[in-house]
């Protein structure tokens, strides 16, 4: 079956390290995304991509930054761990805006 | 830019009745649809109901179903029949042709046995 694969689950790094957080899917979805999720906000769109060689940044992106090198993967990179990125990540992707995501699991990361 | 409201940060039923879940949303675009998640504790997101906006007639899904106003631009969740699983967190989601979603803050339901 297909599906789409989010590592680590959870994940504690400390301050000023690089962090790097995997997507795997197997839908052949184009579209892939990644949100934080955070009480009192929902999910907040940090970065997308529509395709191979594609990516584009949403409303939160200071600090992080994505790479689409092939179609079933989109990592998240955070440059520079700060306090302010510990939240659940969360990556999702779809065939056409109309039917949805299908999301991952999602990570909880911690900045100390 | 496209918005999304829920003005009930948490709700509460009793098992075997009905709850409703508000959510208004703000769009730009013509042509949209408007999603319902729901996340348990578990933290999966798991897709409960979809709206096309260029229909009128309520979506529907076994126990849950929606109240769409367009001219209002609500799109409400009613739970029927609550069961002791669908407590959770209910997200409102709005969607077009950037096929990039835009959620809402959630809504945190109990459900009392």
């Known amino acids: 079956d297909a599906e789409i694969t989010q590592s680590p689950r959870h994940k504690i790094t400390e301050t000023g390290r690089q962090v790097t957080l995997a997507c795997h899917q197997t839908w052949n979805h184009n579209n892939m995304f990644w949100y934080r999720q955070d009480l009192g906000h929902g999910l907040r769109l940090i970065h997308y991509s529509y395709g191979v060689q594609d990516t584009n940044k949403g409303e939160v992106s200071d600090g992080y930054s994505v790479s689409r090198s092939n179609t079933e993967d989109l990592p998240l990179t955070l440059e520079s761990a700060a306090s302010s990125q510990t939240s659940v990540y969360f990556c999702a992707s779809s065939e056409t805006g109309s039917r949805g995501y299908t999301f991952g699991s999602g990570t909880r990361l911690t900045v100390v | 830019a496209q918005t999304v409201t829920q003005s009930q940060p948490e709700m509460s039923v009793q098992e075997a009745e009905t709850v409703t879940l508000s959510c208004t949303y703000d769009t730009s675009e013509s042509d949209y649809y408007l999603f319902w998640y729901k996340q348990p504790p578990s933290r999966q997101m798991i897709l409960v109901i979809r709206?096309?906006?260029?229909?009128?007639q309520n979506a529907t899904e076994n126990r849950f179903s929606v109240n769409f106003q367009k001219a209002a631009k609500s799109f409400s969740l009613k739970i029927s029949d609550s069961q002791l699983g669908d407590a959770a967190m209910y997200f409102c989601a709005s969607g077009g042709a950037t096929n990039k979603l835009i959620f809402g803050t959630g809504t945190l339901l109990a459900v009392q046995p």
């Open positions: 709206q096309e906006a260029y229909k009128q």
